[in-house]
């Protein structure tokens, strides 16, 4: 790869206002796009916007120049970004059946991102036009054969929409029979399933994860991995002992962001890496999990809307029925590690997908219950520090849920920075020995993004205009494959079944769950002990 501190002997300087070399000559090879005849004769008819049309011309031909320089002279042009084999209409392989344990509202995403839609959400969805994207959804030739709850009401609705065989692809699903189950040790005793689906809340997350192991069925567990250094110690033998398939649900490393910032790293854009920066911001009750309480949800017995409330704590410490408690689960210590488990875990996954950070030396946390008076246990202020002293490198976390403002992920390096979102931007840094050539010549300008990548234009590209960096700064919701929108969560749901078949390795395995798993526990334990907490790498313990 070419590098800026030598000059690029091909490429003419420019003055910015003017379109001209430096040398004072006009420049006029190589003008990429429209012809400028053409442009300046259609405004010729224009008196006022005529000459600044012309001029609009020259400054679009300078900045696709420059941006195509730039490119260039880093070696990007010629970058082989990872491809996508998905909806090459390949034969999805042999039929898999899957159950869900806990149908709550993240299950009922989970099973649309499978191919199961709801027969009421179909028919809206119709209605409003959006049924298309997920009719054209990859079929991954799935039945959904069972379905767990405590709640009855829950229960209902995922059977309802396991039978309906509407799917993805033009597809007839198979019509298989679809059975509801009290408990889900009977599911995982059904020979009649092959994976499951755990979308219960946290406290149950570790011990279903060892007893569907030890069942044998492959295992796709919604984060965090468990609650505490035990748990995860014994789901992680159960795993590796099982020879079962486990993805962790962290579908947001399926967004090709993430495969293209991976690829940028290893071409050393950045420099030596120092610094990781994340952030999340919620400014609403419901981002705050203040949720909807259901007044059908009712535990006594023989209620047809019931709840089974002594399964439903588990392991977890006694207390009498709360809904509160069972809708908002999240802001207690006795089912969760607050923000940790819910936002953190993810920021976590996302640099660690990245940059393979592994369990951090040592973590301190801190912060408070400073906005949300309402009785919980859950920080809305969270501040988390994790040290790498081998890898000569810190990541920074902050959660704040009394304001919206965004602040990004930011990778910083002494030779630039890359902010990720759903797009990438990379910035030279103003000291960069690497780029200071390309700084010094007017090239690069440290002050504004110097590439950026965008998976709907499916390129990498310079920015090189505020309108670029508007648009560039938007991102999607989803990612983009093949100039097509994708769901993530259907593509990582695809991934561990395509690794059930071919018995490959999904990108969040057993593996990167486990050292996940200990970061976020010595975060939560760093937080709840107010002290330091360190990672024993010879005996693989917290200390």
Known sequence: MSDLNNENKNMPEKNNETGKNLSGDSDKNNKPGMSRRTVVKALAGLPVLGLFGHQLLKKR???????????????????????????????????????IIGYGSRAHSLARSLGFMHPDEVKSRNEQGTLKEWLDQEYLNVALTGICDVFDQHTENGLAVAENYIRPGGQNAPKLPVKSYRHYHEMLDDKDIDAVIIATPDHHHGQMTIDAAKAGKH????????????????????????????????????NVIYQQARELIKRD????????????????????????????GNPKPGNAKSIDWKQWLGNAPYT??????????????DYATGLIGQLYTHEFDAMNQILNLGIPKSVTSSGGI?????GRDMADMLHIVSEYPERDLTLLYSGNLSSSRG??????????????????????DRNSSRYRKGIESGLIDPGSPMISYNPGAGQIDAVTSATERYYASRGLTTTTINGRRVDVTHLHLREWINCI??????????DVAFDEGMACVMAHRAYVEKRVVQWDKVNKKIV
Request: glycine residues 10%.
């Open 269 to 296: 854009m950045l420099g030596k890496v120092t610094l990781v920066q994340t952030t999340s911001n919620r400014n609403t009750s419901h981002g705050a999990w203040v949720r909807h309480l259901n007044s059908q």
């Open 320 to 333: 009498p029925f709360s809904i509160n408690r069972y809708y908002n689960w999240t802001l207690y210590f």
């Open 501 to 510: 078949r071919d018995g490959s390795t999904p990108s969040v395995n057993i």
């Open 61 to 99: 031909n300078y900045d696709l120049e420059k941006r195509e320089a730039i490119v260039k002279e880093l070696g990007l042009d010629k970058i082989e970004l990872p491809a996508s084999n998905y909806g090459s209409g390949s034969n999805p392989g042999d039929l898999i059946r899957v159950g």
């Open 219 to 254: 295992i796709y567990c919604e984060k965090s991995v468990a609650n505490t250094e035990d748990e995860i110690n014994q789901l992680y033998s159960a795993v590796k002992n099982s020879g079962v398939v486990y993805q962790l649900g962290h579908q947001i490393t399926q």
């Open 370 to 374: 400073y906005f949300w008076k309402d």
């Open 407 to 428: 602040r990004g992920r930011i990778i910083m390096g002494n030779d630039g920075s890359m902010e990720i979102g759903n797009n990438i931007m990379i910035n030279a």
